[in-house]
């Protein structure tokens, strides 16, 4: 019973930066910190990856090395939404980016998520 919708994506160059927002309405008796969050990504004809994780409010991030020191996760508990901030983004970056939440941090970092948004579509040309 947790719902979450991405925005945020886009058309950039490589190089450039995007920021992706995730924003959390979650069930009821429960708070956004009770859940651990994640971001992945799907290009087209490929499986669906891990890209970043957090939980504790975001006290506790891992990144797939892909990404590492190009992207940043964070969150915002009063507005409830996490981010994704993209950093020097390169044409293998192109995917669709999902967020998914779970009050298991094990769960999200393995694809395990109990609930997942729609997406939205970044695209990096050369």
């Known amino acids: 019973q947790v719902q979450l919708v991405e925005s945020g994506g886009g058309l950039v160059q490589a190089g450039g930066s995007l920021r992706l927002s995730c924003a959390v309405s979650v069930a009821s008796g429960r708070t956004f910190s009770d859940y651990a969050m994640a971001w992945y990504r799907q290009a087209p004809g490929k499986e669906r990856e891990f890209v970043a994780a957090t939980r504790d409010g975001g006290g506790y991030a891992n990144y797939a090395n892909s990404v590492k020191g190009r992207f940043a996760i964070s969150t915002d508990s009063a507005q409830g939404t996490v981010y994704l901030q993209l950093g020097n983004l390169q044409p293998e970056d192109t995917a669709v980016y999902f967020c998914?939440?779970?009050?298991?941090?094990?769960?999200?970092?393995?694809?395990?998520?109990?609930?997942w948004g729609q997406g939205t579509q970044v695209t990096v040309s050369s």
């Open positions: 998914s939440a779970d009050a298991n941090f094990a769960a999200v970092i393995r694809e395990r998520g109990a609930f």
